[in-house]
């Protein structure tokens, strides 16, 4: 097995460990109340911390990584990720204030989860003998196994063992990023001759495309994230379902469908036009929400909200390897960039939804076919996350007619 194979797959683990990071303390927030009276404010503010750490790590780390390289990077994040791990699982042990643990382990968590968005790409990008649009399509089908793994997992672990059991969780999953690091130490690479950088590094900023991507990233990281943090809570709220079956049904359908379509293209994306698949794609998440919003039928929204996943999945990497593609000499600026407002959208997707919810539980308003507050809002939410489908199919289309006069 050669030097890059591994890299490869240390690549692919780090995405893997990602979904790790961002899910497994948001499915231990029902332990983290009952046990230790940790209030829904509280918990809000450690999902803030980690994706405003992520956003923050996405606009300054860049010069840093670059000077230290992409290995060393990569090495140092799955450690600071471990040692989050290690005291999100010591919290309640070692520390007389258990949330002050939590959040000085959500810290460490964003840091590695920052640090694994802007190394895992560009790293990935730099292996020689990979094909750049299925190749980014698969490394990025990674963080949805990783989090239909963390979801059936945490769900099977708690309903075998006991609740009080819960931080042998974040114990296990340490082994992930430590088989990252070995993989990274024995694959051997020597950047400086191995990788494949630009000679001259050229900035993107004076090009129209790249902030059309930008917004486009906005647009698909929303799209993500609004229906991934929502369908547990839509089935529930919807179907009457309990917890644990909103999480099966909710959530890990989303994932695994999201992973079935990164896997697609992962295999064959070299024979799609990226910027064409983001089109359709986004045709496709018009349709799915359509459905999930105005379907009278709860089971049939549910299931939209499975097949949405299938359309969604595909944006995010194939965005990044269209910015590839365009700016090939841009660095790791291009990659910070994209995914700092790719993390916008993952914040901006999941409030809309969650404001909407929240003005309407506070009225008697009820869209048709709905028979709850809760669930209007819920609805009343994803259509203003229509609006973001709307606008990156008419970004993408802008972006294919550039493309074809620049060719010309």
Same mark, same amino acid.
């Given at each position: ?49 980690m ?13 840093? /990584? ?15 990720t ?10 309640p ?22 640090? /694994? ?22 490394l ?7 989090h239909?793994t963390?979801?059936l ?149 549910l ?34 960039? /994209? ?46 996350c ?23």
């Open positions: 097995m050669n030097k890059y194979r591994l890299a490869q797959y240390a690549c692919r683990l780090m995405y893997f460990c990602q979904a790790i990071i961002i899910n497994t303390t948001p499915l231990l927030f029902v332990i983290f109340q009952t046990q230790f009276r940790v209030s829904t404010f509280e918990l809000t503010t450690l999902i803030t911390i994706f405003g750490i992520q956003l923050l790590f996405d606009l300054c780390s860049a010069p840093v /990584i670059d000077k230290i390289g992409y290995k060393n990077s990569a090495i140092i994040s799955s450690a600071v471990i040692v989050g791990l290690l005291i999100l699982s010591a919290a042990f070692y520390f007389t204030d258990t949330y002050f643990a939590l959040v000085v382990a959500t810290v460490f968590l964003a840091i590695g989860a920052g640090s /694994i968005e802007v190394v895992a790409s560009p790293l990935g990008n730099c292996l020689p003998d990979t094909n750049k649009n299925s190749g980014m399509n698969l990025h089908s990674f963080f949805c196994w990783g239909l963390i979801i997992f945490t769900t099977g672990f708690l309903t075998i063992f006991d609740d009080t059991l819960w931080y042998l969780i974040p114990l296990i999953s340490i082994s992930v990023p430590v088989l990252i690091i070995v993989l990274l130490a024995i694959s051997k690479i020597d950047e400086k001759k191995d990788l494949i950088k630009p000679d001259k590094i050229v900035s993107p900023f004076r090009d129209l495309s790249f902030y059309i991507m930008l917004i486009m990233m906005i647009s698909a990281g929303g799209l993500e994230q609004a229906v991934a943090q929502w369908t547990s809570f839509f089935a529930e709220a919807g179907l009457g379902v309990t917890p644990d079956v909103g999480n099966l049904v909710g959530p890990a359908i989303f994932a695994l469908f999201m992973a079935t379509t990164r896997m697609f293209f992962g295999l064959k994306g070299d024979k799609f036009n990226p910027t064409k698949t983001v089109l359709y794609c986004s045709i496709g998440c018009i349709i799915s929400l359509a459905i999930i919003i105005f379907s009278p039928i709860p089971l049939i929204s299931m939209a909200c499975g097949l949405i996943g299938l359309f969604v999945g595909a944006l995010w990497p194939t965005i990044l390897t269209i910015a590839s593609q365009t700016f090939p000499n841009a660095g790791t600026k291009l990659f910070a960039a /994209i995914s700092l407002f790719g993390d916008v959208g993952c914040i901006v997707g999941p409030a809309l939804v969650g404001g909407a919810t929240s003005i309407v539980e506070k009225g008697d308003f009820l869209m048709p076919f709905t028979k709850t507050s809760v669930e209007s809002g819920l609805r009343l939410g994803l259509l203003l229509l609006v973001l489908a709307v606008v990156l199919f008419f970004l993408t289309s802008i972006l294919l007619k550039r493309t074809k006069k620049t060719q010309k």
